[in-house]
């Protein structure tokens, strides 16, 4: 695996450790469709009125020099995104639940406490 790869499992697994901390489900990691993939895909009961279906894209940098980790979440990768969760839901009968894209942005800074900023509702679809 290269360092790449390693740094963006270690992002998600944090992401999900965050997300669960905070009361969410995690109900699938790195759900692919054709080409797409979501990295999870969690529940959130605190969500109003019976709680939404959450589709999380995680960024995860070791630093700022290329950009804070939100801003490769580019307008193909929304579309992919998009395209990915309308194949969970319709896979699983869902298609009426309600949904949102949260973004996970993870910095992972050498003897830091990594530094986690979750953005609900990053974009609609």
């Known amino acids: ?3 790449h790869t390693d740094l ?3 992002g998600e697994a944090l992401a999900a450790s965050y997300l669960e901390d905070k009361g969410y489900h995690v109900i699938e990691r790195n759900y692919r469709f054709e080409r797409a993939e979501v990295d999870l895909i969690c529940y959130d009961p605190t969500a109003e009125p019976t709680g939404d279906l959450v589709f999380v894209e ?3 940098r070791s630093g700022l020099g290329y ?3 939100e801003e490769a ?3 193909s990768k929304k579309e992919q995104l998009v395209k990915v969760s309308e194949a969970y839901l319709h896979q699983h009968r ?3 639940s309600s949904a949102r894209f949260d973004v996970v ?3 992972l800074r050498q003897g830091n406490a990594p530094n986690i900023d979750h953005i609900q ?3 609609w679809a």
Do not use: D, L, Q
């Open 105 to 107: 942005a993870i910095v």
């Open 121 to 123: 509702h990053a974009f």
């Open 8 to 10: 963006g499992a270690r």
């Open 1 to 3: 695996m290269s360092n």
């Open 67 to 69: 950009g804070a980790p």
């Open 94 to 96: 869902m298609e009426r």
């Open 73 to 75: 979440v580019t307008e």
């Open 58 to 60: 995680v960024k995860t």
